[in-house]
C-alpha cells in the first residue's frame, strides 16, 4: 500500500513539474508574440496551474478513500475549481482586462494535461 501511494505522489509530482514547464514555455511565447496581452497569459498560466495542482490533489487523496467518500470529494474539487476559474475571470472583468489569454493558456495547459496522462499511463502499460 505504501508503494503505491510513492508511486502516486511522484506521478502527481511528475506531471505538475512538466505541467510548469509548459506553462513557463507558454508565457515565454506570450511575451515573444503579444506583449499587450502577456499579464493575461501569465495570469491564465498561473490559474491553470492552480487547477492542476486541485485535480492532481483530488485524485491523490480520492485514490485513498472509499468509493463513496472519493465521489463526494471530487464533487467537491470540482466545485472549487469552477469557483477559482469563475472569481478570477469576473475580476479581470470587472477590471476590464482581456481574458482571452487566461482561456487560452488555460485550454493549452489542459491539453498538456491530457497529453501527460496519457504519457503516465502508457508508461505504467509497458511496467
Given amino acids: 500500500m505504501e508503494i503505491q501511494n510513492k508511486e502516486r505522489w511522484a506521478h502527481?509530482?511528475?506531471?505538475?513539474?512538466?505541467?510548469?514547464?509548459?506553462a513557463f514555455v507558454i508565457c515565454i511565447l506570450a511575451?515573444?508574440?503579444?506583449?499587450?496581452?502577456?499579464?493575461?497569459?501569465?495570469i491564465g498560466c498561473i490559474v491553470?496551474?492552480?487547477?492542476?495542482?486541485?485535480?492532481?490533489?483530488g485524485i491523490y487523496k480520492g485514490m485513498q478513500k472509499n468509493m463513496e467518500a472519493?465521489?463526494?470529494?471530487?464533487?467537491?474539487?470540482?466545485?472549487?475549481?469552477?469557483?477559482?476559474?469563475?472569481?478570477?475571470?469576473?475580476?479581470?472583468l470587472k477590471l476590464k482586462l482581456s481574458v482571452l489569454g487566461i482561456f487560452l493558456s488555460f485550454l493549452l495547459l489542459h491539453i498538456f494535461l491530457v497529453v501527460n496522462l496519457i504519457i503516465i499511463t502508457n508508461q505504467n502499460k509497458t511496467n
Fill in 31 to 42: 511575451m515573444l508574440i503579444q506583449k499587450e496581452l502577456l499579464y493575461s497569459w501569465i
Fill in 48 to 57: 491553470a496551474v492552480l487547477d492542476t495542482t486541485l485535480i492532481l490533489r
Fill in 70 to 92: 472519493s465521489i463526494a470529494y471530487m464533487h467537491k474539487t470540482m466545485y472549487v475549481r469552477f469557483s477559482l476559474v469563475t472569481i478570477i475571470v469576473l475580476v479581470m
Fill in 12 to 22: 502527481c509530482k511528475q506531471i505538475f513539474l512538466r505541467q510548469c514547464a509548459v
